[in-house]
Nanobody
Framework: QVQLVESGGGLVQAGGSLRLSCAASGRTFNNYAMGWFRQAPGKEREFVASLRWSGGYTYYADSVKGRFTISRDTAKNTVYLQMNSLKPEDTAVYYC?????????????????WGQGTQVTVSS
């Protein structure tokens, strides 16, 4: 049974930084797409960033390019989202997701496995 557990959310001032973690367990993730999504109140869940567990591919939403970095530690089975220069519009619940998806679907919500989410609040 695949489990994804997010941590690292919190309250931060605009311009600040946070690092989110997603601890993955339950199987090997060799070719899995691992992604971060977010959902603000009253809005649809949207793509933030993704990578291929095996390496060599990262993909970002335009709204976070240059500010957020996705990475993974294969020894710890953990995916990270380093968020810098945070803005109030980054406020949302952030979710980790995983699935065996082709590259063209990695930015979609068509992932089979999801974490419970972690709240990120950026104050102005």
């Amino acid at each position: 049974q695949v489990q994804l557990v997010e941590s690292g959310g919190g309250l931060v001032q605009a311009g600040g930084s946070l690092r989110l973690s997603c601890a993955a367990s339950g199987r090997t993730f060799n070719n899995y797409a691992m992604g971060w999504f977010r959902q603000a109140p009253g809005k649809e869940r949207e793509f933030v960033a993704s990578l291929r567990w095996s390496g060599g591919y990262t993909y970002y939403a335009d709204s976070v390019k240059g500010r957020f970095t996705i990475s993974r530690d294969t020894a710890k089975n953990t995916v990270y989202l380093q968020m810098n220069s945070l803005k109030p519009e980054d406020t949302a619940v952030y979710y980790c997701a995983a699935d065996l998806l082709p590259s063209q679907l990695m930015g979609t919500v068509l992932h089979k496995y999801w974490g419970q989410g972690t709240q990120v609040t950026v104050s102005s």
